[in-house]
């Protein structure tokens, strides 16, 4: 070997350590003359450390570098979300946990409420976290800082040793999914019976939002008296981030657009909007800062035959073969061969071609016969798995024809939505997609996913789907029929595309149709479906999520009420029923949140809300309420009526078209139905007399009377425990706020 040849190897393996140093220093480059560490915590671009300094590409990314802890602690801009790490799409943050104790007496010695909003930010809860509610007999709510949507999980025990280790399927632990793009979030915890019975073991029930994979539940947990301070230590938060609100397309050519020099822009699928850069392929750094993508020198890993000789240039790399060699020269490819070796190469190379394009051919012929059965196979396993059979039968049994009721297809439904084309989207959330879809028939239809079921639900599935083909309400939407033959059953409905009660009462004063008489016939027509489901379905159904955000209007702006995924049917010898909490913040009747017992009564309270709703154009919960019921329309509704000032927080529009005597009439309907105990309320069917009074209007001409013809009563049923997708979740507006509250 030359002298100088191992010279020039030293040199090339001292480019080769300088070029990965600059590209390990290029990911965590902070903006020149910003300083880049915050006690153990690196800061790289666009983030920057210090609030105001355009160390940072904008406010939401700045760092709060707080020196008066030792070592300094960083803080996520001006709120108090301490930045425990900062990733290439995620930022873990210090947790907060919401807690109640209680004495061996059961007296609340300890509460601990959390509320958290990112509202107007670039940040959204990933869904790496889990809500997670620890105890036995406590249940907490967790839900948005509009208030329009909740969920709740409930844990139970009654003794130590029904307690099972890493376990969390709702004994003494119980976790559940945060909807995607949330952006801000309040929950507490309540024990049901005070922890009286199991306060020897578990003096304190816990309720947080952390990462999944850093949490896992112990026995020893519900005893130990620093599982708070742990969880804040141990199990951060977990916040995605991207730029700003705008997709790529609508920000790549202005002046704020943030990817720099070899980077490409990807949209976030996080329901808020944003992008985040990336290096292109073959080069890597940091894509927010000019220059700080470099180019990756893949000669490092010597992808080249060892005869080859590998040329880096940027953005990738080139393998040569030496003279007397021919090749592409690389590993994963045809390598360096000699030439004396060679021999008739192209007559080999022609015929091997034609023997593997008829080697395709064939398996792809194989590849669509095999796939073709197995999805036949698949199909019929899931038609099975989901009760077709036992569907079948109960048709027969209960006379349900096919024109009424069909088991669609599964062909149908993707020829009807173009095969679930995103155009044909109508909304979608944290728990399915609705799509729009055009059957053969011409019938326009909303074809709604479903959550997964157990195999212990599906008779409880089939039976309910039964009942529910046979209604011909008319203000109640039509179920069509099901497809069994998916995973999750997908549910057929009739198709009301003209919008929900909320947004026309959030949008009223940009239709003028939208007067007082029209306003007290939809709710008349929405009390009828409700009465009828209480009074005339057998057996009788609660529908457990009454709001204006679930009363459909068609193309005549006919109230059709939707969304039985929450609903519960009540056997015809019993009142009341104990379920898990569920319902709409605002709505959520107070006997029901404090007692766990569901009555019909708890849908009158919902319904009283949305006619307040009606008559003031006000939301029904303040961005600040808690879930303890504080600032709601109902509680402000009733304290303006006994004070007096009723007129004074009516929408305009009311005051000049309602005479006093109807609004007085409408309003001390309200207040009857948002009595706190349940026994005082009217009934639906009540309600709905005193609306048609108050309108002087009759449904199609009809009356009460004919409306509970009970000879003619239909059966209605609940369909899933599936929340309803036709709204679609709306950007969020507020500065960051992260408060607990803690009484002792």
């Not at 070997?1 to 590209?23: D, E, I, Q, Y």
């Not at 709060?64 to 799409?89: M, R």
């Not at 036992?390 to 669609?408: D, P, T």
Request: net charge negative; with cysteine; aromatic share 10%.
């Amino acid at each position: 070997m030359p002298p100088f040849s191992g010279f020039f190897h030293l040199l090339l393996w001292l480019s080769l350590v300088f070029n990965s140093s600059n590209l390990s220093k290029a990911a965590t480059i902070p903006k020149p003359d910003c300083p880049t560490e915050c006690g153990s915590l690196t800061v790289p671009y666009p983030f920057g450390i210090g609030v105001g300094t355009g160390c940072s590409v904008g406010f939401w990314y700045d760092i709060n570098c707080n020196t008066t802890f030792d070592p300094p602690k960083p803080f996520l801009f001006t709120g108090n979300l301490e930045v425990l790490e900062i990733s290439a799409s995620k930022v873990r943050v210090k947790n907060v946990v919401a807690s109640t104790c209680y004495s061996e007496t059961g007296t609340v010695t300890g509460n601990n409420t959390v509320s958290i909003s990112l509202k107007g930010a670039p940040y959204t809860f990933s869904q790496e976290n889990r809500f997670t509610v620890i105890g036995c007999g406590d249940f907490a709510i967790v839900g948005d800082g509009k208030l329009e949507m909740s969920t709740g999980c409930t844990s139970i025990c009654s003794q130590r040793e029904d307690l099972i280790d890493r376990s969390c399927s709702g004994i003494g632990c119980c976790q559940t999914v945060v909807p995607k793009g949330m952006q801000d979030f309040f929950t507490s915890v309540l024990g049901l019976n005070a922890h009286q019975g199991i306060w020897s073991f578990n003096p304190c029930s816990y309720a947080f939002i952390g990462d999944q994979n850093s949490f896992m539940f112990s026995k020893s947990d519900l005893s130990d008296p620093t599982l708070g301070d742990k969880i804040n230590e141990d199990v951060p938060l977990v916040l995605e981030w991207a730029i700003g609100n705008q997709n790529c397309s609508d920000v790549q050519n202005s002046a704020d657009f943030v990817c720099q020099q070899n980077s490409e822009c990807i949209n976030v699928d996080n329901e808020v909007g944003g992008y985040r850069c990336k290096c292109v392929n073959g080069y890597q750094g940091n894509p927010y800062v000019s220059s700080g993508c470099l180019d990756v020198n893949e000669c490092i890993d010597s992808p080249c035959h060892p005869k080859g000789t590998c040329s880096n240039f940027p953005g990738g790399f080139n393998c040569t073969c030496p003279g007397g060699y021919v090749g592409d020269g690389r590993k994963d490819g045809q390598g360096c061969t000699s030439e004396g070796s060679s021999f008739p190469v192209k007559q080999l190379s022609l015929g091997l071609s034609f023997g593997f394009l008829a080697l395709i051919m064939s398996t792809v012929w194989l590849y669509y016969t095999v796939r073709k059965r197995k999805q036949l196979k698949l199909r019929q396993k899931y038609f099975h798995q989901n009760g077709g059979v036992l569907l079948k039968q109960k048709m027969s049994s209960n006379g349900v024809n096919s024109e009424s009721a069909r088991i669609f297809k599964l062909e149908e439904l993707k020829k009807a939505t173009r095969n679930y084309s995103r155009d044909y989207i109508l909304g979608e959330g944290g728990f399915g997609i609705v799509f729009k879809g055009i059957l053969d028939d011409q019938r326009v239809v909303a074809i709604k996913t479903s959550k997964k079921m157990d195999e212990s639900e599906v008779e409880s599935f089939i039976n309910e789907v039964v009942i529910l083909t046979q209604v011909n309400h008319r203000n109640v939407v039509k179920l069509f029929g099901c497809c069994l033959e998916t995973e999750v059953p997908q549910l057929v409905y009739e198709c009301v595309s003209n919008g929900t009660l909320s947004e026309h009462i959030e949008k009223s004063k940009e239709m003028p149709w939208f007067s007082f008489e029209w306003r007290i016939r939809i709710a008349y027509e929405s009390a009828l479906a409700f009465a009828y489901l209480h009074s005339a379905a057998s057996p009788p159904i609660i529908h457990r999520d009454v709001k204006s955000a679930n009363i459909l209007l068609d193309d005549h702006y006919v109230a059709k009420v939707s969304d039985f995924g929450a609903s519960r049917l009540i056997p015809l010898d019993q009142t009341r029923v104990a379920t898990v909490v569920m319902g709409t913040m605002g709505y959520l009747d107070p006997e029901y949140l404090n007692s766990g017992q569901l009555t019909e009564k708890s849908d009158v309270y919902s319904f009283g809300v949305i006619l307040a709703e009606l008559l003031t154009g006000k939301k029904p919960s303040s961005p600040g309420a808690r879930i303890t019921g504080e600032g709601t329309l109902a509680n402000y509704f009733t304290m303006c009526k006994k004070q007096g000032y009723l007129f004074d927080i009516l929408e305009p529009r009311m005051r000049r078209e309602g005479t006093v005597e109807k609004i007085n009439a409408v309003a001390e309907l309200v207040i009857r139905c948002l009595e706190l105990e349940g026994e005082e309320r009217p009934t639906m069917k009540q309600v709905a007399v005193e609306l048609e009074r108050v309108g002087k209007l009759a449904a199609s001409g009809g009356s009460m009377e004919e409306e509970y013809d009970e000879g003619n009563a239909e059966t209605v049923s609940l369909i899933s425990e599936q929340q309803d997708m036709y709204s679609v979740h709306s950007n969020l507006h507020l500065s960051d706020v992260y408060t607990t509250h803690t009484t002792n």
